[in-house]
């Protein structure tokens, strides 16, 4: 039992790349999200998913997408990378959306855009 | 809208000393939980301790405690007996249950570092 699995740990690009973060867990979670932390703020959610095939927009989306094709990955895809989007990425799932379900985090992702 | 405040960027405290990391909360919502997760300088996300608010009495985990004032819409964690351990970042995070999202709001966390 992993948990919350993310790869890569850590990444660089050049200012206009793309890539994909891929977030897997084995809990049997239905929600899904990518959250973003930033030096001197908490955590910022960005995309978030209730289910297979289903996507929603969070508190910071723009520049990125995300995909939820099968029930135990989230993708987080970043289609033109900035400086701004430099950051450390967080993946996370929960059982449901109740107030008791807590959420489990994933080890980060550190990227670093040039 | 929903906001969570950690008013402390940084704490000292000596090992095996108590201490208290702020964390007040802004909702319109009547149902809620209130979580703490535990940063440590290898950068996980560790769950800590979770309070409903619902619940009549303060939740407790080993160390670690939840000064729950829902009337002062505040969450305070309490660590006991401090150890070199805890130091790390701690984030204070809350769930509104009528969003039906799941999404957690963090506030701005607070550094904690224990003085041998």
């Known amino acids: 039992n992993a948990g919350v699995t993310q790869t890569p740990k850590f990444r660089v690009l050049k200012t206009g790349q793309s890539m994909t973060l891929l977030c897997a867990q084995d809990?049997?979670?239905?929600?899904m999200y990518w959250y973003r932390q930033d030096p001197g703020m908490g955590l910022r959610l960005i995309h978030y998913s209730v289910g297979e095939g289903t996507t929603a927009k969070g508190e910071v989306p723009d520049g990125y997408n995300v995909s939820r094709l099968k029930k135990q990955n989230f993708l987080l895809g970043l289609e033109s990378a900035a400086p701004s989007q430099t950051s450390v990425y967080f993946c996370a799932s929960s059982y449901a959306d109740r107030s008791t379900d807590t959420q489990y985090f994933g080890p980060g992702t550190r990227l670093t855009v040039l | 809208a929903q906001k969570i405040t950690q008013t402390q960027p940084g704490m000292f405290v000596q090992e095996k000393e108590a201490v208290t990391l702020d964390c007040t909360y802004d909702t319109s919502d009547q149902s809620y939980g209130l979580f703490w997760y535990k940063q440590p300088s290898s950068g996980e996300m560790i769950f800590l301790i979770y309070q409903g608010s619902y619940d009549e009495q303060n939740a407790t985990e080993g160390r670690y405690s939840l000064n729950f004032q829902k009337a002062r819409k505040s969450a305070n964690l309490v660590i006991s007996a401090s150890q070199l351990g805890d130091s790390a970042m701690y984030f204070c995070a809350m769930r509104e249950t009528s969003s039906n999202t799941g999404k957690l709001i963090f506030g701005q966390g607070t550094t904690l570092q224990v003085k041998p």
């Open positions: 809990m049997n979670h239905e929600y």
